[in-house]
């Protein structure tokens, strides 16, 4: 049977733009989440991101937690977006586009908005962003299945839905509720990425979950020691080693999203 090859990212570009979202100029949104708070959504999003535009492929990334938004540490950015004819523009850092209200607003000033208020700034967002040409908007979704979260899957409608997930029974009994709300919103999961593997010492209720869910494991994550004297990941992802890592995850992740799409 012969192999199956994921389209490099010179060879996805000379194709015809086929554009799958409905965002203007995106061709593919995924979205990451867990419905869990402290598993490493963030730094999922963020790995995923660097591991896609090492690629080659045009990406941004969107942090979604609106009430404690953290990309811009995770990725060493201090810069801010700027406004241009009424359009917020992302910032730009390494030829990757980040988005996060903790850009926008000062670290010490706090964060308050009830479910109304946060959808409509989901919605002002949403329309006034101008992320221009990518081939991959990645969502950095909040914790829990709230407002913030249901909204952005009607508001996005992405393509496809990363779930992170250590092998914890908490972390997996949380994912089991987001798993069906996906469902029910016809959202296809593409795998799960266990974080922190290796940290816990009984796997088997995380093998029973893949098991049960139907659901494959894309890739793991071991506990980072380098995140213990820095949060940037750019830093943590120089090394030979640590670049095989990112190309063995986007390899990973493109075989999934070419394979439904």
């Given at each position: 049977m012969e192999e199956k090859i994921c389209p490099s990212a010179e060879d996805f570009l000379k194709k015809e733009l086929k554009k799958h979202t409905g965002i203007k100029d995106i061709r593919f949104i995924l979205a990451i989440g867990s419905g869990k708070g402290g598993v490493g959504k963030t730094t999922v999003s963020a790995i995923l991101a660097l591991a896609l535009k090492k690629s080659g492929y045009s990406v941004g990334i969107f942090d979604l937690d609106f009430y404690g938004p953290n990309l811009n540490l995770v990725l060493g950015i201090n810069k801010h977006p700027f406004i241009e004819?009424?359009?917020?523009?992302?910032?730009?850092?390494?030829?990757?586009?980040?988005?996060?209200?903790?850009?926008?607003?000062?670290e010490k000033e706090p964060i308050f908005m009830r479910g109304l208020m946060a959808t409509k700034l989901l919605q002002e967002l949403l329309q006034r962003v101008d992320w221009g040409p990518l081939d991959f908007l990645i969502l950095d979704l909040p914790p829990g299945t709230g407002d913030i979260f249901l909204s952005t899957l009607d508001f996005f409608n992405p393509e496809g839905f990363i779930l992170v997930t250590t092998s914890h029974k908490l972390a997996l009994s949380d994912a089991k509720r987001t798993i069906s709300i996906l469902k029910e919103n016809y959202i296809p999961v593409l795998g799960v990425v266990k974080n922190m593997a290796g940290f816990?010492?009984?796997?088997?209720?995380?093998q029973n979950f893949l098991k049960e869910q139907r659901l494959n494991l894309l890739f793991e994550i071991p506990i980072l020691k380098e995140l213990s004297k820095t949060e940037n990941l750019w830093e943590v992802f120089k090394t030979p080693e640590k670049e095989k890592f990112l190309n063995?995850?986007?390899?990973?992740?493109?075989?999934?999203?070419?394979?439904?799409?």
């Open positions: 004819f009424g359009k917020i523009k992302p910032v730009s850092f390494n030829n990757l586009k980040i988005l996060s209200l903790a850009l926008m607003i000062s816990f010492e009984d796997e088997t209720s995380f063995d995850i986007a390899e990973r992740i493109l075989d999934k999203v070419f394979r439904i799409h």
